[in-house]
C-alpha cells in the first residue's frame, strides 16, 4: 500500500512549477507522483495495490479536536487550486492504471492503510506500506513493514526496529504519541515529557491507562504533570490511534494488480505532457 496522499505532497513540492503540461499549466505533482509511483512498482512488483487518499471532507477527528491538523496551510486560493486540480489529475491516472485509490469519507488515507493492512495479515498475505508518516509504526506487525523513502531509498521499520529505535512496541506507539505530542498535527505532548521519558515510562508501566494508575510511585513534579494534562492525554490517544475497521472493501481480491491498461494510460499520460 501506497500512502497516496503523503507520496503527492513529497512530489508537489519538491519539484519545480516551471514543469508543465500541454495546456501549460503546472503539473509538477502529477510528474513527480508517476515517477515515484513506477520506481516502487518496480522495487517491490506487488501482486495487490492499494493508494489511498484523505478524502476532501474533515476527519472525524476534528470533531474530537477542532484544532486537528489546522495548522498546515494550504496557501493562496490559486495554489489550492493548482493543488486539487492536480491531485484529480493523479486520480485519473490512477484509474487508468487499475491501481485502486480508496477514500472513505470523515476517515483518512492511515485509516484505510490500517484497515487493509488488517485484512491483509490476517489472510497471511505479506504487506509493505509506504509511507513517510510515523503514525503507521503501530499498523507494523507480524507480516506488516513499513517503508519510509528517503531519498532515492528510505527505511523499512519491523517490530525490532521500531522497537530498537523507539523503545516501544508498534502497539505502544499511540501511548508514546499521546504523552509527546504531535506539533504537525496541533496535538500538545505533557510538558518535560519527551519522546524518551515517554519511551521508559511505557517500558515500566506498558500502557497509559497503567502509567497513570502508578502516579503515586511518580517523581512528584511529573506525577503533578500527568496529573494536570490527563484529560488531553486520554483525548491524543484517541487522536492519534489509527482506526481499522473502516467501511472499505477488504476482499484483498478488489485490489490485486498484475498490469495496466497500457493503451489508455499512455494516452492519458501523453494528455497531461507526461511521458509514458
Same mark, same amino acid.
Given at each position: 500500500m501506497?500512502?497516496g496522499?503523503h507520496?503527492?505532497h513529497?512530489? =508537489?513540492h519538491?519539484?519545480?512549477?516551471?514543469?508543465?503540461?500541454?495546456?501549460?499549466?503546472p503539473?509538477?505533482g502529477?510528474y513527480g507522483?508517476?515517477?515515484?509511483?513506477?520506481r516502487?512498482?518496480?522495487?517491490? +512488483?506487488?501482486?495487490?495495490?492499494?493508494?489511498?487518499?484523505?478524502?476532501?471532507?474533515?476527519?472525524?477527528?476534528?470533531a474530537?479536536d477542532?484544532? =486537528?491538523?489546522?495548522?498546515r496551510?494550504?496557501? +493562496?486560493?490559486?495554489?489550492v487550486a493548482?493543488f486539487d486540480?492536480q491531485?484529480?489529475?493523479?486520480?485519473q491516472?490512477?484509474?487508468h492504471?487499475?491501481?485502486a485509490?480508496?477514500?472513505?469519507?470523515?476517515?483518512?488515507?492511515d485509516?484505510?492503510?490500517? +484497515?487493509?493492512a488488517? #485484512? #491483509?495479515?490476517t489472510a497471511r498475505?505479506?504487506?509493505t506500506?509506504?509511507?513517510?508518516?510515523?503514525d503507521?509504526l503501530?499498523?507494523?506487525?507480524?507480516?506488516?513493514?513499513?517503508?519510509m523513502?528517503?531519498g532515492?531509498?528510505?527505511?523499512?521499520y519491523?517490530? #525490532?526496529v521500531?522497537?530498537?529505535?523507539w523503545?516501544?512496541?508498534?502497539d505502544?506507539i499511540?501511548?508514546?504519541k499521546?504523552?509527546v505530542?504531535d506539533?504537525s498535527?496541533?496535538i500538545?505532548?505533557v510538558?518535560?515529557?519527551g519522546?524518551?521519558t515517554a519511551?521508559a515510562l511505557?517500558?515500566?508501566?506498558? +500502557?497509559?491507562?497503567?502509567? =497513570?494508575?502508578?502516579?503515586?510511585a511518580?517523581?512528584?513534579?511529573?506525577?503533578d504533570?500527568l496529573?494536570a494534562h490527563r484529560?488531553?492525554?486520554?483525548?491524543?490517544?484517541?487522536?492519534?490511534?489509527?482506526?481499522?475497521?473502516?467501511?472499505v472493501p477488504?476482499?484483498?481480491?478488489? =485490489?490485486?494488480?498484475?498490469?495496466?491498461?497500457?493503451?489508455?494510460?499512455g494516452?492519458?499520460?501523453?494528455?497531461?505532457?507526461?511521458?509514458?
Amino acid at each position: 500500500m501506497v500512502d497516496g496522499h503523503h507520496l503527492f505532497h513529497r512530489t =508537489y513540492h519538491a519539484l519545480p512549477r516551471s514543469i508543465v503540461g500541454t495546456d501549460g499549466a503546472p503539473i509538477q505533482g502529477v510528474y513527480g507522483f508517476v515517477g515515484a509511483l513506477l520506481r516502487l512498482l518496480r522495487r517491490f +512488483t506487488p501482486t495487490h495495490l492499494a493508494v489511498p487518499f484523505d478524502p476532501p471532507e474533515p476527519p472525524f477527528r476534528r470533531a474530537l479536536d477542532p484544532a =486537528y491538523r489546522t495548522g498546515r496551510p494550504r496557501g +493562496t486560493p490559486e495554489e489550492v487550486a493548482n493543488f486539487d486540480r492536480q491531485v484529480a489529475q493523479v486520480l485519473q491516472v490512477l484509474d487508468h492504471l487499475a491501481i485502486a485509490h480508496p477514500m472513505v469519507a470523515g476517515f483518512e488515507a492511515d485509516d484505510v492503510m490500517g +484497515t487493509l493492512a488488517t #485484512a #491483509a495479515a490476517t489472510a497471511r498475505l505479506p504487506v509493505t506500506i509506504v509511507s513517510g508518516d510515523r503514525d503507521l509504526l503501530q499498523v507494523v506487525g507480524p507480516g506488516v513493514d513499513l517503508f519510509m523513502p528517503k531519498g532515492q531509498d528510505g527505511d523499512v521499520y519491523t517490530p #525490532a526496529v521500531v522497537q530498537e529505535r523507539w523503545g516501544v512496541r508498534p502497539d505502544q506507539i499511540p501511548d508514546l504519541k499521546a504523552l509527546v505530542g504531535d506539533p504537525s498535527d496541533l496535538i500538545p505532548g505533557v510538558p518535560g515529557i519527551g519522546p524518551k521519558t515517554a519511551a521508559a515510562l511505557l517500558a515500566r508501566h506498558e +500502557t497509559l491507562d497503567a502509567l =497513570y494508575a502508578s502516579l503515586p510511585a511518580l517523581p512528584t513534579r511529573q506525577a503533578d504533570a500527568l496529573r494536570a494534562h490527563r484529560e488531553r492525554v486520554f483525548l491524543n490517544r484517541r487522536l492519534v490511534t489509527i482506526v481499522t475497521t473502516v467501511d472499505v472493501p477488504t476482499v484483498l481480491a478488489a =485490489y490485486r494488480w498484475a498490469s495496466a491498461n497500457t493503451w489508455t494510460a499512455g494516452t492519458l499520460l501523453a494528455a497531461l505532457g507526461l511521458r509514458g
